[in-house]
């Protein structure tokens, strides 16, 4: 009798921890939630043509993320598609993961404000690292904006300010339609 109740309660935590997984994993990403787009407002936007960010270890494994704008023959904008990629190790090889989508209007205009608040046009240039760490992590951020200008930097175990917010909240917004694979 105490192996069955004891076999339903580990039964009925399973079903309860399933559950809560699911309502997780489709929980739509909601920016006021995340401090990355405190104070966000889409006003003043800088226009973001193409943007690359990733952030990778010496053992292959890693995060990429980007976008490309595409424009119609008014300069307006008709599409902007998003690819993710996720560098993981198995068996001393890498198994890259990736996924191309479309990135929503109000996304869009999400990562450009993380642009903007991060001041990612002052990073162009940005090349530093330690040279005392010998197995660390690296960083590449390459921007392009629809006026021709551009920002590209790079770092190892070194960022610029505000990399981590950047990172972070492009990394929330890629996610909600790309999810990093469990295993």
């Known amino acids: 009798m105490k ?6 309660g580990i039964a009925m935590a399973l079903i309860a921890s399933l559950i809560a997984c699911l309502g997780g994993c489709t929980k739509k990403f909601d920016p006021s939630t995340d401090d990355a787009f405190e ?3 889409n006003e003043n936007l800088p ?9 990778s ?3 292959g494994d890693g995060e990429a993320y980007s976008f490309e704008v595409e424009y119609n023959k ?3 904008i008709k599409k902007v598609s998003g690819h993710v990629k996720y560098g993981t190790i198995e068996n001393d090889f890498t198994k890259p993961t990736e996924k191309s989508f479309t990135i929503p209007n109000e996304d869009y205009e999400l990562l450009c404000y993380l642009v903007k608040v991060c001041n990612v046009k002052s990073w162009d240039g940005f090349n530093k690292s330690d040279p005392d760490v010998m197995d660390g992590w690296s960083f590449s951020c390459k921007v392009s904006f629809k006026d021709g200008s551009s920002s590209d930097s790079c ?8 990399f981590s917010r950047l990172f972070t909240g492009t990394r929330a917004i890629f996610q909600n339609h790309a999810p990093e694979p469990t295993d």
């Open 74 to 76: 008014k300069g307006e």
């Open 155 to 162: 770092g190892y175990m070194i960022t610029p300010n505000n």
């Open 3 to 8: 192996k069955s109740i004891f076999r339903k």
């Open 57 to 59: 270890g010496s053992w």
């Open 39 to 41: 104070g966000f407002t």
């Open 47 to 55: 226009e973001v043509s193409s943007f690359y960010v990733s952030k």
